[in-house]
């Protein structure tokens, strides 16, 4: 197929492609020129029932399968991922824009630790635990809707896509509108995986997909990543049939330089984990704090972080950040970026406006703000590269001002006493000094964050209904 006219047209139902039967339509765009690779034709109401209708009828027959069988479910979809690995990190780094390393080197590989990190869970899970002469029935929950954002295309849906295998649901996964590409190669992927047909559904959709599926009454469980807004909204409708709920929303996550921390190295290691992916990570380290008497010294390392940063197209070798993802957000991003400016915080590095020579695409300008805690750019996620440093008069005064944010889904904290601040910090995850993300680990939010976890068995307990068999004392 021609590159410049790709169409989507198929969602994958009840182990079949099929038409689409909405009638909107989505460009494919390539965010690193703004060009419009050829478009994708959207689902509607029925397509998504249809989907549950599958996955409902699939229920049975995925709920009986063995250990064995979905150890082999994850071993086939293993096997197709590695044959498509090369071929995905291209496409991902065509629709999102990340740099061909970043795609090599981090969002494909993640897929595969995934399924390392599922599949030695389900070796050892225990279905099914005896307390007492009694049970206790771990047992799958039913149709799982699974609805993801596209900023990290194969991390965010492996993550909950394997989960419901390993615990024997049928699914139905509404990817992104903005990842549909990687999305297909997914599918195509998961649809090598032996599954009963019907277990596996995706639908191609935006809002109107979305809350058909919320809404369905078969179906037992949702799980959402996206906006805080949007999480709201589908915590709403999930509630009125009483669906279990799991909500992984967005961040403003602090990074605590504490006192006696190297300055220098702890502002590089914050720079560099939120210029990574063009800020788009929702645990992105963007709220710097440090002690007051180092804000001199923090400003000048992040300020040349920031302008050190390497940019440009994906394709080009040594870029460290390509454009932001997709139009409307690049549109938001530079929203954000102007607030921050009107509202009088401290600009120091980038700002609004494209960096000098990358006027085409989606490029925006690593950005670094001095403001006071309760700033428009402190408070609010900006989901792109731009930093926020806060100075603090006291270890006192830095967790009150790292707590007082609406969301709490990540922090970082530097420092001889990093351990034991670590717990105050109101955050489903919290790095001590330097400690990298382990996706065995539980990830998820608290207050605006959302609810719930994901990875681990954590995790996997959303896809479970526990079951208490009662039996009678031996005589
Ligand atoms: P979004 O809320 O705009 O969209 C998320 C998904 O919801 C998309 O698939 C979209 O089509 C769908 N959707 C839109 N309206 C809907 C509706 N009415 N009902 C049901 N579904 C609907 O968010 P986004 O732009 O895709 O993602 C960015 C946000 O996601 C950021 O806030 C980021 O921090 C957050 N995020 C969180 C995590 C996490 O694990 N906590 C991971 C990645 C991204």
């Known amino acids: 197929m021609n590159q410049n006219t790709q169409v989507l047209s198929e969602h994958f139902i009840g182990g079949q492609w099929v038409s689409a039967q909405g009638q909107a339509q989505v460009p494919l765009v390539r965010p690193s020129t703004g060009q419009s690779l050829g478009h994708a034709n959207l689902g509607n109401a029925e397509d998504a029932h249809a989907a549950v209708r599958a996955a409902g009828a699939a229920a049975a027959a995925m709920a009986a399968t063995t250990r064995e069988q979905r150890q082999g479910f994850l071993a086939n979809i293993l096997q197709a991922y590695q044959a498509r690995s090369g071929e995905l990190a291209r496409v991902i780094e065509d629709e999102l824009g990340a740099p061909r390393t970043l795609c090599e080197q981090l969002h494909v590989p993640v897929g595969l630790m995934q399924l390392q990190k599922w599949g030695a869970l389900l070796q050892d899970f225990a279905f099914t635990e005896a307390r007492g002469q009694h049970q206790v029935r771990h047992q799958p929950v039913g149709v799982c809707v699974l609805i993801s954002s596209w900023n990290y295309p194969v991390n965010g849906p492996m993550g909950v896509l394997l989960p419901a295998i390993v615990a024997g649901c049928p699914m139905v996964w509404k990817p992104s509108e903005y990842a549909l590409r990687s999305g297909r190669i997914l599918t195509e992927i998961f649809a090598q995986a032996g599954l009963p047909d019907g277990a596996f559904n995706m639908v191609m959709g935006g809002a109107e997909v979305g809350e058909a599926l919320v809404s369905a009454r078969e179906v037992a469980m949702v799980s959402f990543t996206g906006s805080a807004k949007v999480g709201q909204h589908v915590a709403q409708r999930a509630a009125a049939s009483f669906k279990r709920t799991v909500l992984e929303l967005g961040g403003k996550s602090p990074f605590v330089v504490l006192p006696g921390a190297p300055t220098a190295q702890a502002v590089q290691a914050c720079a560099q984990g939120l210029f990574m992916n063009s800020g788009q990570s929702c645990n992105a380290p963007s ?32 870029v460290q950040m390509g454009p932001i993802g997709h139009a409307q957000h690049d549109r938001a991003l530079q929203d954000f970026l102007e607030a921050g400016v009107r509202e009088g915080s401290e600009l120091i590095a980038g700002g609004p406006g ?28 900006a989901f792109g590269p731009v930093m926020t440093i806060i100075p603090y008069d006291s270890v006192e005064d830095a967790i009150a001002i790292a707590n007082d944010s609406e969301f709490g889904l990540s922090a970082y904290v530097i420092g001889p006493a990093a351990e034991e601040v670590a717990p105050r910090i109101q955050a489903g995850m919290v790095h001590v000094n330097g400690a990298t993300m382990d996706l065995g680990m539980p990830f998820g939010g608290v207050k605006q964050s959302g609810i719930g976890r994901k990875f681990g068995p954590e995790g996997l307990s959303a896809y479970l209904e526990v079951q208490t068999v009662l039996l009678p004392a031996a005589q």
């Open 287 to 318: 709220r710097l704090l440090v002690p007051r008497a180092d804000l001199d010294a923090a400003k000048a390392v992040a300020k040349a972080a920031a302008e050190s940063v390497v940019m440009g197209a994906p394709d080009q070798a040594g």
């Open 354 to 381: 494209r960096p000098a020579g990358l006027e085409r695409g989606y490029y925006a300008r690593p950005t670094v703000f001095v403001a006071n805690a309760q700033a428009h750019v402190s408070q609010h996620e």
